[in-house]
């Protein structure tokens, strides 16, 4: 089965500083797809950015990056800069194979930015 | 582009009754939906891939006589909570797969999430 784990519940930065949300995931298969999506108070879901598990190179949108870990199945975000409308909840997913492929959900990490 | 819609996004209804929640894709087509239910402060929980023209594929522990869903078109599909009760109250989030239309290949894999739907059930 897949699984992905969040181990950090709560996060709190300064506006303006750096934060590294954590992520790890399991599954025996090689072709994958990761993706960090956020969610603030309206609740609508975003994508923040996606890498693909064949590509080696780390996936960079922004102010958002990701450091994936293939052999360590660790998919962490950074995001530099924070600003306050980066406030939200973050969920780390998995989904496996090409096409419409359910996506498995971490727990979230609640992210605040703190003026 | 690739705007999903719900409607309604709010619905109070009494226990025993019937509530429809629709899931559309605005701009593209999506001949796979997937459906997902969020208590309060917890994850995203799939409840079951939805599929044009065939039956959907529910997840393990979900009761599929309770949760009916049909999608008959390549825009829209239909969560219906049958005869709800207290406990099915919850926020229920419709996702869609652009395939072949939008321009994006099978491989694409993102899906686009709709704003959700708050049931509650008194």
């Known amino acids: 089965a897949q699984t992905v784990t969040q181990s950090q519940p709560e996060m709190s930065v300064q506006e303006a500083e750096t934060v590294t949300l954590s992520c790890t995931y399991d599954?025996?298969?090689?072709?994958?797809?990761l993706f960090w999506y956020k969610q603030p108070p309206s609740r609508q879901m975003i994508l923040v950015i996606r890498?693909?598990?064949?590509?080696?190179q780390n996936a960079t949108e922004n102010r958002f990056s990701v450091n994936f870990q293939k052999a360590a199945k660790s998919f962490s975000l950074k995001i530099s800069d924070s600003q306050l409308g980066d406030t939200a909840m973050y969920f780390c997913a998995f989904s496996v194979g090409n096409g419409a492929q359910k996506l498995v959900f971490g727990q979230g990490t609640r992210l605040t930015i703190n003026p | 582009g690739a705007v999903v819609s719900q409607h309604p996004s709010r619905v109070i209804c009494k226990s025993g009754t019937s509530v429809k929640i629709e899931c559309r894709s605005l701009?593209?087509?999506?001949?796979?939906m997937f459906w997902y239910r969020q208590f309060p402060k917890q994850s995203l929980m799939l409840m079951a891939t939805?599929?044009?023209?065939?039956?959907?594929?529910?997840e393990q522990g979900v009761e599929k006589d309770k949760f009916l869903i049909n999608h008959a078109s390549l825009t829209l599909s239909t969560l219906t909570v049958t005869s709800a009760h207290p406990e099915d109250s919850s926020f229920y989030i419709c996702s869609a797969n652009p395939l072949g239309t939008s321009g994006r290949g099978p491989s694409y894999n993102e899906q686009f999430f709709g704003p959700g739907t708050r049931l509650t059930v008194l």
């Open positions: 890498q693909e598990a064949y590509k080696q």
């Open positions: 939805s599929n044009e023209g065939s039956k959907a594929t529910y």
């Open positions: 599954t025996s298969e090689s072709n994958y797809y």
């Open positions: 701009d593209f087509q999506a001949t796979t």
